[in-house]
Protein backbone atom coordinates (compact mmCIF):
# COMPACT_ATOMS: atom_id res chain seq x y z
CA UNK A 1 0.00 0.00 0.00
CA UNK A 2 1.66 3.44 -0.87
CA UNK A 3 2.08 5.29 2.55
CA UNK A 4 1.93 9.30 2.62
CA UNK A 5 2.85 11.48 5.27
CA UNK A 6 1.37 15.11 5.39
CA UNK A 7 3.00 17.79 7.24
CA UNK A 8 1.09 20.73 8.27
CA UNK A 9 0.15 22.65 11.01
CA UNK A 10 -3.32 24.11 9.94
CA UNK A 11 -6.01 21.52 10.84
CA UNK A 12 -8.20 22.77 8.04
CA UNK A 13 -5.53 21.93 5.13
CA UNK A 14 -4.46 18.55 6.69
CA UNK A 15 -8.23 17.49 6.18
CA UNK A 16 -8.28 18.29 2.82
CA UNK A 17 -5.35 16.25 2.24
CA UNK A 18 -6.71 13.54 4.15
CA UNK A 19 -10.36 13.21 1.89
CA UNK A 20 -8.03 13.59 -1.19
CA UNK A 21 -6.87 10.55 -0.46
CA UNK A 22 -8.72 8.60 1.61
CA UNK A 23 -9.39 6.19 -0.76
CA UNK A 24 -7.80 2.87 0.25
CA UNK A 25 -4.91 2.14 -1.75
CA UNK A 26 -3.27 4.97 0.98
CA UNK A 27 -2.38 5.03 4.37
CA UNK A 28 -1.54 8.27 5.39
CA UNK A 29 0.10 9.72 8.32
CA UNK A 30 0.11 13.17 9.56
CA UNK A 31 2.54 15.58 11.50
CA UNK A 32 2.54 19.17 12.36
CA UNK A 33 6.11 20.09 12.46
CA UNK A 34 9.32 19.04 11.08
CA UNK A 35 10.35 17.00 13.77
CA UNK A 36 7.77 14.67 14.34
CA UNK A 37 7.63 14.45 10.38
CA UNK A 38 11.50 13.78 10.78
CA UNK A 39 10.75 11.19 13.39
CA UNK A 40 7.39 9.40 11.28
CA UNK A 41 9.08 9.04 8.18
CA UNK A 42 11.91 7.04 9.73
CA UNK A 43 9.52 4.74 11.29
CA UNK A 44 6.94 4.76 8.52
CA UNK A 45 9.43 4.69 5.61
CA UNK A 46 6.26 7.02 3.48
CA UNK A 47 6.73 7.07 -0.59
CA UNK A 48 5.39 10.81 -0.27
CA UNK A 49 5.94 13.74 2.06
CA UNK A 50 3.46 16.50 0.79
CA UNK A 51 5.09 19.26 3.29
CA UNK A 52 3.94 22.84 4.35
CA UNK A 53 7.01 25.54 4.45
CA UNK A 54 5.40 27.35 6.97
CA UNK A 55 5.40 24.70 9.87
CA UNK A 56 6.22 25.92 13.80
CA UNK A 57 10.08 24.93 14.40
CA UNK A 58 12.22 23.80 11.60
CA UNK A 59 10.63 25.24 8.41
CA UNK A 60 9.31 22.85 5.65
CA UNK A 61 12.74 23.75 3.35
CA UNK A 62 14.91 22.58 6.37
CA UNK A 63 12.43 19.65 6.68
CA UNK A 64 12.51 18.46 2.97
CA UNK A 65 16.83 19.23 2.89
CA UNK A 66 16.86 16.26 6.19
CA UNK A 67 14.51 14.02 4.89
CA UNK A 68 16.07 13.83 1.68
CA UNK A 69 19.64 13.43 3.15
CA UNK A 70 18.65 11.17 6.46
CA UNK A 71 20.75 7.95 5.96
CA UNK A 72 17.59 6.55 7.79
CA UNK A 73 14.69 7.36 5.43
CA UNK A 74 14.86 5.34 2.31
CA UNK A 75 14.68 7.83 -0.83
CA UNK A 76 11.51 9.89 -0.44
CA UNK A 77 9.77 12.21 -2.61
CA UNK A 78 8.64 15.49 -1.28
CA UNK A 79 5.86 18.03 -2.40
CA UNK A 80 6.25 21.69 -1.04
CA UNK A 81 3.12 23.11 -0.02
CA UNK A 82 3.54 27.10 0.20
CA UNK A 83 1.48 30.10 0.66
CA UNK A 84 4.60 31.93 -1.54
CA UNK A 85 4.58 31.02 -4.83
CA UNK A 86 7.78 33.55 -6.17
CA UNK A 87 10.13 31.99 -8.49
CA UNK A 88 12.41 32.48 -5.04
CA UNK A 89 10.63 30.62 -3.41
CA UNK A 90 10.33 27.40 -5.75
CA UNK A 91 13.90 27.93 -6.78
CA UNK A 92 14.73 27.59 -2.69
CA UNK A 93 12.89 24.48 -2.47
CA UNK A 94 14.03 22.98 -5.37
CA UNK A 95 17.59 23.63 -3.85
CA UNK A 96 16.84 21.47 -1.17
CA UNK A 97 15.65 18.61 -3.61
CA UNK A 98 12.31 18.99 -3.22
CA UNK A 99 10.50 16.77 -6.00
CA UNK A 100 7.51 19.13 -6.90
CA UNK A 101 6.11 22.65 -5.26
CA UNK A 102 2.45 23.69 -5.07
CA UNK A 103 0.91 27.01 -4.03
CA UNK A 104 -1.97 27.35 -1.75
CA UNK A 105 -5.01 27.46 -1.76
CA UNK A 106 -4.16 24.35 -3.74
CA UNK A 107 -6.66 22.58 -6.03
CA UNK A 108 -7.51 19.17 -4.17
CA UNK A 109 -7.52 17.67 -8.15
CA UNK A 110 -4.35 18.94 -8.50
CA UNK A 111 -2.71 17.80 -5.77
CA UNK A 112 -3.58 14.40 -6.67
CA UNK A 113 -2.54 14.47 -10.09
CA UNK A 114 0.70 15.65 -8.97
CA UNK A 115 1.10 13.16 -6.06
CA UNK A 116 0.27 10.33 -8.15
CA UNK A 117 2.87 11.41 -10.62
CA UNK A 118 5.48 11.54 -8.19
CA UNK A 119 4.44 8.31 -6.92
CA UNK A 120 4.67 6.88 -10.08
CA UNK A 121 8.00 7.95 -10.47
CA UNK A 122 8.93 6.79 -7.30
CA UNK A 123 7.74 3.06 -8.06
CA UNK A 124 9.81 3.49 -11.28
CA UNK A 125 12.99 4.47 -8.81
CA UNK A 126 12.35 1.72 -6.58
CA UNK A 127 12.06 -1.23 -9.85
CA UNK A 128 15.07 -0.13 -10.97
CA UNK A 129 17.21 0.00 -7.62
CA UNK A 130 15.77 -3.40 -7.28
CA UNK A 131 17.31 -4.62 -10.81
CA UNK A 132 20.53 -2.81 -9.37
CA UNK A 133 21.06 -4.85 -6.65
CA UNK A 134 19.78 -7.90 -8.61
CA UNK A 135 22.44 -6.95 -11.00
CA UNK A 136 24.74 -6.41 -8.32
CA UNK A 137 24.37 -9.57 -6.51
CA UNK A 138 24.92 -10.78 -9.75
CA UNK A 139 27.72 -9.08 -10.77
CA UNK A 140 29.69 -10.03 -7.69
CA UNK A 141 28.99 -13.47 -7.92
CA UNK A 142 30.65 -13.39 -11.00
CA UNK A 143 33.02 -11.71 -9.90
CA UNK A 144 33.84 -13.85 -7.15
CA UNK A 145 33.73 -17.15 -9.68
CA UNK A 146 36.31 -14.88 -12.05
CA UNK A 147 38.64 -14.73 -9.49
CA UNK A 148 38.18 -18.37 -8.06
CA UNK A 149 39.08 -19.46 -11.76
CA UNK A 150 41.56 -17.11 -12.49
CA UNK A 151 43.31 -18.15 -8.92
CA UNK A 152 43.04 -21.78 -9.83
CA UNK A 153 44.47 -21.64 -13.27
CA UNK A 154 47.20 -19.65 -11.45
CA UNK A 155 47.87 -22.03 -9.05
CA UNK A 156 47.14 -24.91 -11.71
CA UNK A 157 50.10 -23.42 -13.68
CA UNK A 158 52.61 -22.87 -10.59
CA UNK A 159 51.98 -26.71 -10.22
CA UNK A 160 52.87 -27.50 -14.11
CA UNK A 161 55.60 -25.26 -13.44
CA UNK A 162 56.77 -27.11 -10.37
CA UNK A 163 56.40 -30.59 -11.70
CA UNK A 164 57.91 -29.57 -15.27
CA UNK A 165 61.17 -28.69 -13.59
CA UNK A 166 61.55 -32.31 -11.28
CA UNK A 167 62.03 -33.63 -14.88
CA UNK A 168 65.70 -32.58 -15.18
CA UNK A 169 66.65 -33.27 -12.03
CA UNK A 170 65.11 -36.45 -11.73
CA UNK A 171 66.76 -37.32 -14.86
CA UNK A 172 70.31 -36.48 -13.89
CA UNK A 173 69.77 -39.33 -10.95
CA UNK A 174 68.40 -41.64 -13.14
CA UNK A 175 71.17 -41.45 -15.30
CA UNK A 176 73.95 -41.00 -12.45
CA UNK A 177 72.26 -43.93 -11.42
CA UNK A 178 71.88 -45.78 -14.10
CA UNK A 179 76.25 -45.55 -14.48
CA UNK A 180 76.93 -46.08 -11.29
CA UNK A 181 75.55 -49.21 -11.68
CA UNK A 182 77.74 -49.68 -14.66
CA UNK A 183 80.53 -48.59 -12.68
CA UNK A 184 80.11 -51.63 -10.04
CA UNK A 185 79.12 -54.10 -12.64
CA UNK A 186 82.84 -53.20 -14.51
CA UNK A 187 84.69 -54.16 -11.02
CA UNK A 188 82.26 -57.31 -10.86
CA UNK A 189 83.41 -58.07 -14.16
CA UNK A 190 87.04 -57.76 -13.51
CA UNK A 191 87.23 -61.08 -11.00
CA UNK A 192 90.39 -62.03 -10.03
CA UNK A 193 91.07 -58.28 -8.52
CA UNK A 194 87.36 -58.41 -6.41
CA UNK A 195 87.20 -60.38 -3.00
CA UNK A 196 83.93 -62.49 -2.00
CA UNK A 197 83.43 -58.89 1.02
CA UNK A 198 83.54 -56.92 -1.78
CA UNK A 199 81.69 -58.45 -4.37
CA UNK A 200 78.71 -58.88 -1.38
CA UNK A 201 78.87 -54.78 -0.81
CA UNK A 202 78.83 -54.31 -4.87
CA UNK A 203 76.23 -56.32 -5.09
CA UNK A 204 74.00 -54.61 -2.63
CA UNK A 205 74.86 -51.73 -4.33
CA UNK A 206 73.44 -52.67 -7.34
CA UNK A 207 70.48 -53.79 -5.96
CA UNK A 208 69.83 -50.32 -4.11
CA UNK A 209 70.63 -49.34 -7.55
CA UNK A 210 68.03 -50.93 -9.33
CA UNK A 211 65.54 -49.53 -6.68
CA UNK A 212 66.24 -45.81 -6.73
CA UNK A 213 65.88 -46.26 -11.13
CA UNK A 214 62.64 -48.11 -9.89
CA UNK A 215 61.39 -45.47 -7.93
CA UNK A 216 62.61 -42.74 -10.32
CA UNK A 217 60.85 -44.42 -13.18
CA UNK A 218 57.67 -44.02 -11.13
CA UNK A 219 58.11 -40.65 -10.17
CA UNK A 220 58.60 -39.84 -13.76
CA UNK A 221 55.83 -41.48 -14.66
CA UNK A 222 53.75 -39.53 -12.20
CA UNK A 223 54.54 -36.66 -13.21
CA UNK A 224 54.26 -37.43 -16.89
CA UNK A 225 50.53 -38.50 -15.77
CA UNK A 226 50.12 -34.95 -14.07
CA UNK A 227 51.78 -33.42 -16.84
CA UNK A 228 49.07 -34.67 -19.45
CA UNK A 229 46.54 -34.17 -17.38
CA UNK A 230 47.43 -30.51 -16.96
CA UNK A 231 47.61 -30.13 -20.98
CA UNK A 232 43.97 -31.63 -21.49
CA UNK A 233 42.19 -29.85 -18.39
CA UNK A 234 44.05 -26.18 -19.97
CA UNK A 235 41.94 -26.15 -22.73
CA UNK A 236 38.71 -24.07 -21.42
CA UNK A 237 36.64 -24.91 -24.47
CA UNK A 238 34.66 -26.98 -26.03
CA UNK A 239 36.71 -30.31 -27.51
CA UNK A 240 35.60 -33.46 -28.75
CA UNK A 241 36.29 -35.62 -25.30
CA UNK A 242 36.68 -39.71 -25.79
CA UNK A 243 35.60 -40.66 -22.28
CA UNK A 244 37.20 -43.79 -22.61
CA UNK A 245 40.55 -42.40 -22.57
CA UNK A 246 39.60 -39.55 -20.00
CA UNK A 247 38.80 -42.51 -17.50
CA UNK A 248 42.06 -44.02 -18.38
CA UNK A 249 43.93 -40.95 -18.02
CA UNK A 250 42.21 -40.12 -14.65
CA UNK A 251 42.88 -43.83 -12.92
CA UNK A 252 46.66 -43.30 -14.12
CA UNK A 253 46.57 -40.17 -12.02
CA UNK A 254 44.72 -41.71 -8.95
CA UNK A 255 47.46 -44.18 -8.52
CA UNK A 256 49.37 -42.15 -6.90
CA UNK A 257 47.17 -43.05 -4.37
CA UNK A 258 48.95 -45.68 -2.76
CA UNK A 259 45.32 -47.28 -1.43
CA UNK A 260 43.63 -46.99 -4.66
CA UNK A 261 46.60 -48.68 -6.45
CA UNK A 262 47.03 -51.09 -4.23
CA UNK A 263 44.23 -52.39 -1.78
CA UNK A 264 41.36 -51.61 -4.65
CA UNK A 265 40.27 -54.46 -6.62
CA UNK A 266 39.88 -52.29 -10.33
CA UNK A 267 37.83 -53.62 -12.93
CA UNK A 268 37.08 -51.02 -16.16
CA UNK A 269 35.05 -52.40 -18.64
CA UNK A 270 34.77 -49.39 -21.41
CA UNK A 271 32.79 -49.76 -24.50
CA UNK A 272 35.32 -49.59 -27.57
CA UNK A 273 32.99 -48.11 -29.85
CA UNK A 274 31.71 -44.89 -27.46
CA UNK A 275 31.13 -41.97 -29.81
CA UNK A 276 32.93 -38.98 -28.21
CA UNK A 277 30.98 -35.94 -26.49
CA UNK A 278 31.39 -32.19 -27.11
CA UNK A 279 32.44 -30.06 -23.87
CA UNK A 280 35.22 -28.98 -21.71
CA UNK A 281 37.75 -31.29 -20.78
CA UNK A 282 37.98 -30.52 -16.99
CA UNK A 283 34.47 -30.54 -16.24
CA UNK A 284 34.06 -34.58 -17.10
CA UNK A 285 37.28 -35.05 -15.74
CA UNK A 286 36.53 -33.22 -12.22
CA UNK A 287 32.94 -35.56 -12.38
CA UNK A 288 35.30 -38.79 -12.52
CA UNK A 289 37.57 -37.75 -10.41
CA UNK A 290 35.27 -36.86 -7.68
CA UNK A 291 32.98 -40.04 -7.96
CA UNK A 292 35.90 -42.28 -7.78
CA UNK A 293 37.07 -40.13 -4.78
CA UNK A 294 33.77 -40.83 -3.22
CA UNK A 295 33.72 -44.75 -4.10
CA UNK A 296 37.13 -44.90 -2.74
CA UNK A 297 36.28 -42.98 0.66
CA UNK A 298 32.92 -45.34 0.88
CA UNK A 299 35.37 -48.48 0.35
CA UNK A 300 37.67 -47.20 2.98
CA UNK A 301 37.13 -48.90 6.16
CA UNK A 302 36.01 -52.20 4.75
CA UNK A 303 38.02 -55.31 3.86
CA UNK A 304 37.01 -55.76 0.37
CA UNK A 305 37.36 -53.08 -2.07
CA UNK A 306 35.68 -53.51 -5.37
CA UNK A 307 35.78 -50.66 -8.08
CA UNK A 308 33.74 -51.11 -11.71
CA UNK A 309 33.65 -48.43 -14.06
CA UNK A 310 31.57 -48.62 -17.13
CA UNK A 311 30.98 -47.11 -19.98
CA UNK A 312 27.97 -47.55 -22.79
CA UNK A 313 25.90 -45.78 -24.64
CA UNK A 314 22.57 -45.80 -26.47
CA UNK A 315 20.75 -43.50 -29.36
CA UNK A 316 20.68 -41.10 -26.87
CA UNK A 317 23.07 -40.93 -24.23
CA UNK A 318 26.23 -41.71 -23.37
CA UNK A 319 26.84 -43.21 -19.50
CA UNK A 320 29.43 -43.59 -16.87
CA UNK A 321 28.65 -46.22 -13.96
CA UNK A 322 30.56 -46.08 -10.75
CA UNK A 323 30.10 -48.63 -8.98
CA UNK A 324 31.78 -49.68 -5.30
CA UNK A 325 31.38 -52.30 -2.70
CA UNK A 326 31.29 -49.12 -0.23
CA UNK A 327 29.11 -48.86 3.13
CA UNK A 328 26.13 -47.51 0.56
CA UNK A 329 23.80 -44.96 0.98
CA UNK A 330 20.67 -45.22 3.86
CA UNK A 331 17.91 -44.58 1.96
CA UNK A 332 16.31 -41.35 3.73
CA UNK A 333 20.12 -40.10 2.01
CA UNK A 334 19.45 -40.66 -0.92
CA UNK A 335 17.47 -37.41 -2.17
CA UNK A 336 20.10 -35.29 -0.02
CA UNK A 337 23.35 -35.96 -1.03
CA UNK A 338 23.19 -33.81 -4.11
CA UNK A 339 22.59 -31.02 -1.80
CA UNK A 340 25.00 -28.52 -0.82
CA UNK A 341 26.70 -29.06 2.54
CA UNK A 342 25.22 -32.58 2.70
CA UNK A 343 27.90 -34.80 4.02
CA UNK A 344 28.32 -37.83 6.46
CA UNK A 345 31.72 -37.43 6.82
CA UNK A 346 31.42 -34.11 8.96
CA UNK A 347 33.50 -33.77 11.66
CA UNK A 348 35.25 -36.66 11.35
CA UNK A 349 38.45 -34.93 11.93
CA UNK A 350 41.46 -37.24 12.43
CA UNK A 351 44.98 -37.55 10.94
CA UNK A 352 43.51 -40.25 8.78
CA UNK A 353 43.06 -38.48 5.26
CA UNK A 354 39.98 -40.42 4.52
CA UNK A 355 37.92 -39.61 7.22
CA UNK A 356 39.56 -35.74 7.79
CA UNK A 357 35.85 -34.78 7.08
CA UNK A 358 33.93 -33.66 3.29
CA UNK A 359 32.84 -30.20 2.71
CA UNK A 360 29.48 -31.96 1.13
CA UNK A 361 30.04 -29.93 -2.14
CA UNK A 362 31.63 -32.57 -4.29
CA UNK A 363 28.28 -34.10 -5.84
CA UNK A 364 26.65 -31.05 -5.76
CA UNK A 365 28.84 -29.39 -7.98
CA UNK A 366 29.53 -32.23 -10.15
CA UNK A 367 25.68 -32.28 -10.69
CA UNK A 368 25.87 -28.41 -11.59
CA UNK A 369 28.47 -29.13 -13.44
CA UNK A 370 26.46 -31.61 -15.93
CA UNK A 371 23.20 -29.89 -15.71
CA UNK A 372 24.77 -27.44 -18.18
CA UNK A 373 25.33 -30.39 -20.72
CA UNK A 374 21.93 -31.66 -19.72
CA UNK A 375 23.56 -34.20 -18.11
CA UNK A 376 22.15 -36.27 -14.79
CA UNK A 377 23.32 -38.09 -12.56
CA UNK A 378 21.36 -40.80 -10.58
CA UNK A 379 21.98 -42.91 -7.84
CA UNK A 380 21.12 -46.82 -6.66
CA UNK A 381 22.34 -48.28 -3.25
CA UNK A 382 21.91 -50.70 -1.02
CA UNK A 383 23.58 -49.54 2.49
CA UNK A 384 26.04 -52.07 3.16
CA UNK A 385 26.42 -53.33 0.32
CA UNK A 386 27.64 -50.34 -2.08
CA UNK A 387 26.38 -47.38 -4.88
CA UNK A 388 26.23 -47.17 -8.40
CA UNK A 389 26.30 -43.78 -9.57
CA UNK A 390 25.58 -43.05 -12.79
CA UNK A 391 26.44 -40.29 -15.28
CA UNK A 392 24.24 -39.75 -18.27
CA UNK A 393 25.50 -37.20 -20.47
CA UNK A 394 23.14 -37.07 -23.85
CA UNK A 395 24.80 -37.54 -27.18
CA UNK A 396 24.82 -33.91 -28.69
CA UNK A 397 25.32 -32.19 -25.10
CA UNK A 398 22.63 -28.97 -25.32
CA UNK A 399 24.55 -26.22 -24.51
CA UNK A 400 27.62 -24.77 -21.97
N1 LIG B 1 30.09 -43.82 -3.44
C1 LIG B 1 29.44 -43.46 -2.34
N2 LIG B 1 29.08 -44.38 -1.42
C2 LIG B 1 28.41 -44.01 -0.29
N3 LIG B 1 28.06 -42.76 0.00
C3 LIG B 1 28.38 -41.80 -0.88
C4 LIG B 1 29.08 -42.09 -2.10
N4 LIG B 1 29.25 -40.92 -2.76
C5 LIG B 1 28.68 -39.97 -2.00
N5 LIG B 1 28.17 -40.48 -0.88
C6 LIG B 1 27.43 -39.78 0.18
O1 LIG B 1 27.07 -38.51 -0.31
C7 LIG B 1 27.54 -37.49 0.56
C8 LIG B 1 27.83 -36.25 -0.24
O2 LIG B 1 28.91 -36.48 -1.13
P1 LIG B 1 29.76 -35.26 -1.66
O3 LIG B 1 30.78 -35.75 -2.59
O4 LIG B 1 28.82 -34.20 -2.14
O5 LIG B 1 30.41 -34.66 -0.34
P2 LIG B 1 31.52 -35.32 0.59
O6 LIG B 1 32.20 -36.43 -0.14
O7 LIG B 1 30.88 -35.64 1.89
O8 LIG B 1 32.50 -34.11 0.79
P3 LIG B 1 33.61 -33.62 -0.26
O9 LIG B 1 33.22 -34.12 -1.60
O10 LIG B 1 33.57 -32.16 -0.15
O11 LIG B 1 34.87 -34.22 0.25
C9 LIG B 1 28.75 -38.10 1.23
O12 LIG B 1 29.04 -37.49 2.47
C10 LIG B 1 28.30 -39.54 1.40
O13 LIG B 1 27.46 -39.68 2.52
MG1 LIG C 1 32.93 -36.09 -2.15
Known sequence: MTCILAVDDDHIDLELIRRSFKSEEYSLFSAQNGEEA????????PDLVILDIMIPGMD????????KTDPDIDSVMVLLLSGRGSVEDRLKGYQVHADDYMIKPFDLKELKAKAGTLLRLKQGQDELKSINRRLEAVINAKTRELVEKEREAIFGQLVQGIVHNLKGPLSVVLMKADLSAHCA??????????TDPQRLIIEKILSHQANVMEAVGKIEQLIENLLEKGRFESVDERQDIDLNDLIER???FLEADLEFKHDVEKRIDMDPGLPTIKGVYADFSQVVYNMVHNALEAMHEGPDKKL???????????NIDFTDSG???APEDLDRIFDPHFTTKA?????????????????F???RLMETYGATISVKSVPGEGATFTVSIPRDPVKL
Open 38 to 45: LEKARAIQ
Open 60 to 67: GYETCRRL
Open 185 to 194: QDILNAEQDV
Open 250 to 252: EMA
Open 308 to 318: HIRTRFDDSSV
Open 327 to 329: VGI
Open 347 to 363: GKFSSDRRNSGGTGLGL
Open 365 to 367: ICT
